[in-house]
């Protein structure tokens, strides 16, 4: 190996280290999680999750899926899933075939519901994350209304979704947009017959409750 080859080897291996703390940070903020209580749930100490989050520690495959299964990710959400991602490119773009599934904390998968979650984003980490929801017909965000913190809003895409917004339903088709203050009571439903696609931003992220 040329000395030219090593440097751009390391060069490639810390900037993986370092996507793979900035997931690991954003998916612990996300989850309303402290460093105190990662280590906690995950039985790894404070001191070894912190120098993961800031890049300067490799985590073994054991630790990280440890550490995958409290954030409700499977391992995988750490790495790219479409080929070699370019180092610069990975902190601000998302490929289409590399983007990750979001579960939700007392949730998990969702595919039980009828609904799925994609993240856009490039990571967590930010005040901002952009997704997308598919809903199978039927398909909902659960039978009870919820609340976080933050705000979103979204745009319809693809068939109709039902918003349950305080006491109010709305039936929003292709094309038509909402927005509101997350602390408001909400779910969203597909009652049509058809697919429902539905862009969508919030700040913050939550995933301690479910749905965008």
């Known amino acids: 190996m040329t000395e030219r080859t090593a440097k751009t080897s390391t060069a490639k291996g810390d900037a993986e280290l370092m996507d793979i703390g900035v997931q690991i940070r954003g998916l612990r903020q996300a989850h309303?999680?402290?460093?105190?209580?990662?280590?906690?749930?995950?039985?790894?100490?404070?001191g070894f999750i912190s120098k993961i989050e800031r890049g300067l520690a490799r985590p073994s495959m054991t630790a990280l899926q440890d550490i995958a299964e409290v954030l409700d990710v499977p391992v995988g959400w750490f790495f790219a899933s479409d080929g070699p991602v370019p180092a610069e490119e990975r902190p601000f773009v998302v490929r289409r075939g590399a983007r990750r599934r979001l579960s939700y904390a007392g949730i998990g998968s969702t595919d039980y519901l009828g609904f799925r979650d994609e993240l856009l984003s490039a990571n967590l980490d930010g005040k901002l994350a952009l997704g997308i929801s598919t809903y199978e017909p039927g398909g909902s965000t659960g039978d009870e209304m919820y609340t976080h913190d933050g705000e979103e809003a979204g745009l319809i895409l693809e068939g109709a979704i039902d918003l349950y917004l305080d006491d109010n339903v709305f039936r929003l088709k292709e094309g038509d947009s909402f927005s509101f203050s997350s602390q408001r009571p909400h779910r969203y439903v597909n009652a049509g017959s058809g697919r429902a696609r539905v862009l969508w931003a919030n700040t913050p992220i939550s995933l301690r409750t479910g749905g965008p």
């Open 32 to 46: 309303g999680y402290t460093l105190q209580r990662l280590s906690e749930l995950c039985g790894r100490s404070v």
